[in-house]
T-cell receptor
Framework: DGGITQSPKYLFRKEGQNVTLSCEQN?????MYWYRQDPGQGLRLIYY???????QKGDIAEGYSVSREKKESFPLTVTSAQKNPTAFYLC?????????????FGSGTRLTVV | QQQVKQSPQSLIVQKGGISIINCAYE??????FPWYQQFPGKGPALLIA?????SEKKEGRFTISFNKSAKQFSLHIMDSQPGDSATYFC?????????????FGQGTELSVKP
């Protein structure tokens, strides 16, 4: 079955440490997105990519970095510069910029600072 | 900054009742309005969507009503069931696509009591 796989499901980060969240899709979608979910704040866009080797900052990109070397993969690195990284991170993809059939989301990664 | 405001933040409905969630947006530059349903620990899933040239769309027990002049749209869940208990997000896509990104509301946590 086609879908989006996020790993790990749970991740613990120590102060000053960089961590990378994995997102892989086998839907042959062109566009991929990273959102952060916090209680009462909805989903906020971190980064998005329309094609391989190209990506744009979203509304809350500070402290995060991404790469898009393959169509299937869009990993997110949470750097030590992100001061409040504890959140639920969601990766999504869509067939293209028009996204007529909407997003397909992964099951998320819950990141906790310890 | 483009915004979508969603209310209420939480909602309790008796089984068989009607659940109503409202969203409002602050400018006219959107061309697609999807609703997503999210169960705990999972990623959101597309529930139903509408375009601004349509005033109402119905799929089973779920109906979107769209009021273009008031810049408001709402989700109605008829004959609400305990299995509908989830968090619901409205969203809007900027007219000029901007990479297909979606602007999400803050979410509504729905609880349907048996």
């Amino acid at each position: 079955d086609g879908g989006i796989t996020q790993s790990p499901k749970y991740l613990f980060r120590k102060e000053g440490q960089n961590v990378t969240l994995s997102c892989e899709q086998n839907l042959n979608h062109d566009a991929m997105y990273w959102y952060r979910q916090d209680p009462g704040q909805g989903l906020r866009l971190i980064y998005y990519s329309q094609i391989v080797n190209d990506f744009q900052k979203g509304d809350i990109a500070e402290g995060y970095s991404v790469s898009r070397e393959k169509k299937e993969s869009f990993p997110l690195t949470v750097t030590s510069a992100q001061k409040n990284p504890t959140a639920f991170y969601l990766c999504a993809s869509s067939i293209g910029p028009t996204g007529r059939i909407g997003y397909t989301f992964g099951s998320g990664t819950r990141l906790t600072v310890v | 900054q483009q915004q979508v405001k969603q209310s209420p933040q939480s909602l309790i409905v008796q089984k068989g009742g009607i659940s109503i969630i409202n969203c409002a947006y602050e400018n006219t530059a959107f061309d697609y309005f999807p609703w997503y349903q999210q169960f705990p620990g999972k990623g959101p899933a597309l529930l139903i969507a509408i375009r601004p040239d349509v005033s109402e769309k119905k799929e089973g027990r779920f109906t979107i009503s769209f009021n273009k002049s008031a810049k408001q749209f709402s989700l109605h869940i008829m004959d609400s069931q305990p299995g509908d208990s989830a968090t619901y997000f409205c969203a809007a896509r900027p007219f000029r696509n901007q990479g297909g990104k979606l602007i999400f509301g803050q979410g509504t946590e729905l609880s349907v009591k048996p």
